[in-house]
């Protein structure tokens, strides 16, 4: 079993929808999860960091925990279609400053 | 301007040979990570540091060594004992601020091994 999972994708929305990106992970005590966003060819940026039950918005992201369920998701409203990248999920498990990611989900926001 | 970087951006070399990969930043960090990135893949930890003069494995440290010398500066050296070395090598840098630890990568070094 993967330790962090992310759909791979492809995601395409048209241009100006809601865009929604789903991650479960596999331990129960990791306390922090970060979202990634990666441009082709390019590093990772980080875009959102959670570590509270419940939501965190920040311009258009939004970034929801819910650690009953093990499940952390992004939303990206107005999506854009300088959106348009793969979007990692990191968490660190159980272990205070090691990442662990998932394989990303390719999102195309289509004009 | 505060940063990561990492030089080469392109780096060739024929199997065999050893080749070392440069990991600097001036964001005053404690903690350093080097990654590996394979195509259509998530991001693989080889190695990271904490405090200088100390490093730990990560997930895939065969055929990979690296030092800390000072705390702006986390090299990887690619060893001939890496079966697959060909992929893109990311480094990151990290700070805990009251439980917040955000990790920040450099622009990456692609290596190709022939």
């Known amino acids: 079993q993967k330790e962090v999972e992310q759909n791979s994708g492809p995601l395409s929305v048209p241009e100006g929808a809601i865009a929604s990106l789903n991650c479960t992970y596999s331990d129960r005590v990791s306390q922090s999860f970060f979202w990634y966003r990666q441009y082709s060819g390019k590093s990772p940026e980080l875009i959102m960091s959670?570590?509270?039950?419940g939501d965190k918005e920040d311009g258009r992201f939004t970034a929801q925990l819910n650690k009953a369920s093990q499940y952390v998701s992004l939303l990206i409203r107005d999506s854009q279609p300088s959106d348009s990248a793969t979007y990692l999920c990191?968490?660190?498990?159980?272990?205070?400053?090691?990442?662990?990611f998932g394989s990303g989900t390719q999102l195309t926001v289509l004009p | 301007d505060g940063g990561i970087t990492q030089s080469p951006k392109y780096l060739f070399r024929k199997e065999g040979q050893n080749v070392t990969l440069s990991c600097e930043q001036n964001?005053?960090?404690?903690?350093m990570y080097w990654y590996r990135q394979d195509p259509g893949q998530g991001l693989r930890l080889i190695y990271y540091s904490q405090i200088v003069n100390d490093f730990q494995k990560g997930d895939i440290a065969e055929g990979y060594s690296v030092s800390r010398e000072k705390k702006e500066s986390f090299p990887l050296t690619v060893t001939s004992a890496q079966k697959n070395p060909t992929a893109f090598y990311l480094c990151?840098?990290?700070?805990?601020?009251?439980?917040?630890?955000?990790?920040?990568f450099g622009p990456g070094t692609r290596l190709t091994v022939t």
């Open positions: 990151a840098s990290s700070i805990d601020l009251a439980g917040l630890d955000e990790q920040y």
């Open positions: 990191a968490v660190n498990l159980g272990s205070a400053r090691q990442l662990t």
């Open positions: 964001l005053n960090h404690d903690a």
């Open positions: 959670i570590y509270s039950n």
